[in-house]
């Protein structure tokens, strides 16, 4: 039981070049959410998917675009790259019932430098 | 506004010291609250629920909704606490909110 994995670890873009992060948890978690994390700006929701089909966007979504292309995995593409989307990007999933059971269960990160 | 606020970028303390990260929240609703701690580099996990009123790694959190706060205490920290730590708030269904975390440095 992996959890939940992302690939690449790292990457470095030139501006304007475009990549697909990847994100696939085994869990059979309903939920899923992409987060990036900045110094001083702790962690922000770029887009989330409720359940396989549907996606909605977070508090900082310009700039991405999400698929969830089945209940185990959820992609951000970056389109054009800025050197403002440097950042780490986490993946997250939850089960999705209401209740105290709302944890969130994280990826390892990818941690991306567009220059 | 749905907002979690922790004033704290850093705090750094000596082994054994009493420990207390701050957390407070704006929320209309009834809250639900959650504390998440990452280690140098590894990934955020969850360390203690509101909900669940548990002590954690000797970790605990009283939501106090008088004073709108979430602190994370521990009597006595511990060089492996050094960690980063964020308070997070449920909005809506589907949302955590985050603060913008407290850096806990413990020296020995």
């Known amino acids: 039981n992996a959890g939940v994995t992302q690939t690449p670890k790292f990457q470095v873009l030139k501006t304007g070049q475009s990549m697909t992060l990847q994100c696939a948890q085994d869990?059979?978690?309903?939920?899923m959410y992409w987060y990036r994390q900045d110094p001083g700006m702790g962690l922000r929701l770029i887009y989330y998917s409720a359940s396989e089909g549907t996606t909605d966007k977070g508090e900082v979504p310009n700039g991405y675009n999400v698929s969830r292309l089945n209940k185990r995995e959820f992609s951000l593409r970056l389109e054009s790259a800025a050197p403002s989307q440097t950042s780490v990007y986490f993946c997250?999933?939850?089960?999705?019932?209401?209740?105290?059971?709302?944890?969130?269960?994280f990826g390892p990160g990818t941690r991306l430098t567009v220059t | 506004a749905q907002r979690v606020t922790q004033p704290e970028k850093l705090l750094s303390v000596f082994k054994g010291a009493p420990v207390e990260l701050k957390c407070n929240y704006s929320y209309s609703g009834s809250p639900e609250l959650f504390w998440y701690v990452q280690y140098s580099r590894q990934r955020l996990q969850l360390l203690l629920r509101h909900i669940s009123r548990e002590s954690i790694k000797g970790f605990t959190a009283d939501l106090n909704k008088g004073e709108t706060s979430f602190h994370l205490k521990k009597p006595f920290a511990q060089e492996e606490d050094s960690a980063m730590y964020y308070c997070?708030?449920?909005?809506?269904?589907?949302?955590?909110?985050f603060g913008t975390g407290t850096r806990l440095l413990v020296s020995p």
């Open positions: 997070a708030l449920v909005t809506g269904f589907q949302k955590l909110v």
């Open positions: 869990m059979n978690h309903n939920s």
């Open positions: 997250a999933s939850r089960e999705g019932e209401r209740g105290g059971g709302y944890e969130q269960y």
